[in-house]
């Protein structure tokens, strides 16, 4: 490789360790203190999608969500000694506090045994905090699982089988 697309490369790297931070509103990266998506004021502000990792925003926002977002940069694994604490799982029940305006939280984790469990622990300390009075008229949802489009029932294990008769809409 040339030598000055290495050190283009090189500078780059640097650039994005300087610059690049978390938002202090729902820990998806950017190089503000708060970032474009929490910034908007087009953005349904009531609605707050609860994710694991920064990607998963992009993925949201390609399907057009357009509420806001709190990123727990990963999931509850005691096997892993990945705790509640060592995640940004506390911000969002300070957050969920001091912003009345909120009235739902999707959780959005993956389905596997670890963000089974974040989401119950989840679900668990907000219930906590609607028996305390801190907040009320809070909806927390789950985003639907199952089959996914073009996907042959034949291949399905029993498991997304059932989440997705469990999980079936009129049509």
Do not use: W
């Amino acid at each position: 490789m040339p030598k000055d697309y290495v050190k283009g490369f090189s500078d780059a790297m640097v650039d994005v360790l300087d610059n690049v931070v978390l938002c202090e509103k729902c820990f998806n990266v950017t190089d503000e203190d708060v970032c474009e998506i929490c910034q908007d004021k087009t953005r349904d502000n009531e609605v707050v999608c609860v994710v694991e990792t920064p990607l998963d925003v992009l993925a949201i926002e390609k399907a057009g969500y357009k509420g806001l977002y709190h990123v727990t940069h990963g999931v509850i694994n005691p096997l892993a000694g990945v705790r509640a604490d060592d995640l940004y799982i506390s911000p969002l029940f300070k957050r969920l506090v001091e912003d009345d305006g909120i009235k739902e939280v999707i959780i959005a984790v993956s389905t596997s045994l670890e963000g089974e469990t974040t989401a119950m622990y989840i679900r668990k300390e907000i219930d906590k905090l609607k028996e305390s009075g801190k907040i009320s008229n809070l909806k927390v949802t789950r985003i639907g699982r199952g089959l996914p489009v073009g996907a042959d029932i034949e291949y399905a294990d029993g498991r997304t089988i059932n989440d997705a008769l469990s999980g079936r809409v009129e049509i």
